[in-house]
């Protein structure tokens, strides 16, 4: 069986992970997904790299796979090299290049001009002011109204400040799920930098941004598929 450190996004908690958490474990496999220092103005990428380390250590090795969500993507990569992880897997995630900051990445990929694009099409789904609308409209409505709740915490600058360490992306197989009805990370855009960061292919899911709470089952399916067999080469150095 596999372990997985799961890796939540900007201003949320680990409990975001809860119901894959579920169905990973029911085949048998060990996670892990701890909150990450998001309201701490001390903290930094490195510092959340630590945090996925420690809660994650006694799992390392080569049945770990390290999979982030969103913005979990910058710290993703810092981790699985700590933890010598067999995969990483990328949920949506930002996918950095060496030495950029976070809150550079929307303008050096065009996420903006994206968003504009998409919201034109969908009447201004894309992008929209409320999370009911532009990150939880394919969640169930109590649920997406707890993870609102849960994911309303205050996000420091810290981290996005950060410039990413890596001279490269780390020689680890790595996958990346990318969701068709995204309404934050649009799936055009993101297969495009895909593309052009990692030298991949990514695996489709039928789901908003927040996939891991509308389609739980699928998404675990995934991942024990990937823990089972990565395959592949590595990605290619962004």
């Avoid at 809150?103 to 929209?128: F, L, M, S, Y």
């Amino acid at each position: 069986m596999a372990a997985f450190a799961l890796i939540h996004g900007a201003a949320d908690v680990g409990w975001y992970w809860h119901l894959v958490e579920r169905e990973l474990r029911a085949r048998g496999h060990e996670t892990v997904a701890p909150d990450l220092p998001c309201e701490d103005d001390a903290a930094g990428l490195a510092e959340y790299a630590d945090t996925v380390a420690r809660a994650a250590g006694h799992l390392g090795g080569s049945d770990l796979v390290v999979v982030a969500q969103s913005f979990g993507g910058f710290t993703a990569p810092l981790a699985a090299a700590r933890l010598r992880a067999r995969a990483i897997v990328l949920v949506t995630g930002m996918i950095p290049a060496p030495g950029e900051k976070p809150e550079d990445w929307p303008a050096n990929t065009g996420w903006g001009e994206a968003i504009v694009e998409q919201a034109a099409r969908d009447g201004g789904k894309t992008g929209n002011s409320d999370p009911l609308v532009a990150f939880y409209h394919d969640v169930p409505h109590d649920l997406a109204e707890q993870a609102a709740a849960k994911g309303g915490r205050a996000q420091s600058d810290t981290p996005g400040r950060s410039p990413w360490p890596l001279s490269a992306w780390p020689a680890i197989t790595t996958r990346f799920v990318l969701c068709t009805k995204d309404r934050f990370f649009p799936a055009g855009f993101m297969c495009r930098v895909v593309a052009e960061r990692l030298g991949i292919i990514p695996d489709e899911i039928a789901a908003g941004h927040c996939v891991a709470l509308s389609r739980p089952k699928e998404l675990a399916d995934l991942l024990a598929g990937y823990a089972a067999s990565p395959g592949g080469p590595p990605a290619s150095a962004p």
